[in-house]
């Protein structure tokens, strides 16, 4: 069974460009999440999906980051402008439903500069 | 809100040590605790999980028994190996809601 797909796997860009990161969960999940992981910390929830619908997004800062699951499949996280603070891995997750098990993409290093 | 502590790392052993990794919640609700490890350049793996109060879950030699009266999900093994070098993170899932992970753990062990 293929895993969570996440890609770049690295990114690096400057101060207040945008960026966007993409990822395909596992087929048949019902449940998208996308993690914050700093340098240091554990994975913070920025965003939780279940299909097209979205069940938490809480602690996503909605006047820079914007996040779509468009067809309740493949999903998006934009984020513009970038600010230095936002350099960490960003991980994709799926679960088969709104359930406590998730499975994890290898996530995707942001540097901003 | 649910919160999760876990002793900070990084700790060292040398192979064959015991291992624990102490972590303890706050939460309302009923909540699921995991353990989820991170290799060096791979993504967040299931370690283990308990659905209800006593449950022990376990896998490669790992577990963690589940304690509402002490609100703990600590990490023991019996002996641990090189290759079980890792941060290992504590984490809450409650109701459905996405999982709340406490810091992560360093564990290095040394030949």
């Known amino acids: 069974e293929a895993g969570v797909a996440q890609s770049p796997r690295y990114k690096i860009i400057e101060k207040r460009q945008s960026v966007a990161f993409w990822c395909n969960p596992i087929?048949?999940?019902?449940?998208l999440y996308w993690y914050q992981q700093i340098l240091g910390q554990g994975p913070k929830l920025l965003i939780q999906?279940?299909?097209?619908?979205?069940?938490?997004d809480s602690q996503l800062p909605k006047d820079r980051f914007s996040a779509e699951r468009l067809k309740g499949v493949d999903s998006t996280l934009k984020i513009q402008p970038a600010k230095l603070e936002d350099s960490a891995v960003y991980l994709c997750?799926?679960?088969?439903?709104?359930?406590?098990?998730?499975?994890f993409g290898q996530g995707t290093r942001l540097t901003v500069v | 809100g649910d919160s999760v502590t876990q002793m900070e790392g990084p700790v060292t052993l040398s192979e064959e040590a015991f291992l624990t990794i102490n972590c303890t919640y706050t939460?309302?609700?009923?909540?699921?605790p995991f353990w989820y490890v991170q290799y060096p350049g791979e993504g967040l793996q299931l370690l283990l999980k308990?659905?209800?109060?006593?449950d022990k879950g376990s896998n490669k030699g790992f577990e963690a028994t589940y304690r509402k009266e002490t609100t703990s999900f600590h990490l023991e093994k019996g002996s641990v190996q090189v290759s079980d070098s890792a941060v290992y993170f504590c984490?809450?899932?409650?109701?459905?809601?996405?999982?709340?992970f406490g810091k992560g753990t360093s564990l290095l062990v040394t030949p």
């Open positions: 087929s048949g999940h019902a449940t």
């Open positions: 997750a799926s679960s088969l439903g709104l359930e406590r098990e998730a499975f």
């Open positions: 984490a809450l899932g409650d109701s459905g809601y996405a999982l709340n």
């Open positions: 939460a309302t609700g009923y909540p699921s």
């Open positions: 999906f279940q299909n097209n619908g979205v069940v938490d």
């Open positions: 308990a659905t209800k109060a006593d």
